[in-house]
């Protein structure tokens, strides 16, 4: 049986998609990267049932969601009012912030992680809100579904998919 081509091909990987600033696409760099330390697979720009995208959304070996969302600016921070509808769709939110953003104009009730393009360190943990059995199952399958479509896009680029996830 021949090798994989993506096993024999490890230089295959994602395009930036150009959505965000350079700033933005370094810290998810470096709060995928700490995720990945920490034993979950993860998604950026995941698109949710609602139609909202977030930035980094992380699934752990035990099934716990967590969604990531990025703010590059105090300017970002203030123009983004979406990131509270993510809560319907994670057991756990945390905002990523460069080091240089103030982190006083952050909800106190939300995670805290603080990230560059090389790492990430959670500086405050964020509360556990466990999601009903079927949204978490919906969110689940949504998340595999992207996977193998991503997985299956870095194969075979000139596939054309769907885009539904």
Same mark, same amino acid.
């Given at each position: 049986?021949s090798e994989?081509?993506i096993?024999?091909? %490890? ?9 965000q ?16 330390q ?5 998604i ?15 699934l752990?070996?035990?099934? @716990?969601l967590?969604?990531?969302?990025? $703010?590059?600016? @105090?300017?970002d921070?203030?123009?983004?009012? $979406?990131? %509270? ?12 912030v460069?080091e240089?953003?103030?982190?006083d104009?952050? %909800?106190?009730?939300?995670g ?7 790492g ?6 964020a509360?556990h809100?466990?999601?009903s059995?079927?949204?978490? $199952?919906?969110?689940t399958l949504r998340?595999?579904?992207a996977?193998?479509?991503a ?9 054309v998919?769907?885009g539904k996830?």
């Amino acid at each position: 049986m021949s090798e994989s081509p993506i096993a024999s091909a %490890p230089s295959l990987v994602l395009p930036p998609d150009g959505r965000q600033s350079a700033a933005a696409a370094g810290i998810q760099r470096g709060v995928r990267r700490l995720f990945a330390q920490l034993g979950h697979a993860t998604i950026p720009e995941f698109t949710l049932a609602s139609g909202r995208r977030a930035d980094v959304i992380a699934l752990s070996s035990n099934g @716990v969601l967590t969604i990531i969302e990025i $703010k590059s600016s @105090v300017a970002d921070f203030r123009a983004d009012r $979406k990131w %509270p509808d993510y809560q319907d769709f994670c057991d756990r939110f945390y905002f990523a912030v460069p080091e240089s953003l103030p982190l006083d104009i952050l %909800p106190e009730d939300r995670g805290l992680i603080v990230a560059d393009t090389f790492g990430a360190a959670i500086l405050r943990e964020a509360t556990h809100h466990p999601l009903s059995g079927a949204r978490r $199952k919906a969110v689940t399958l949504r998340f595999a579904r992207a996977a193998a479509s991503a997985l299956h896009a870095l194969a075979d680029p000139d596939c054309v998919l769907d885009g539904k996830f």
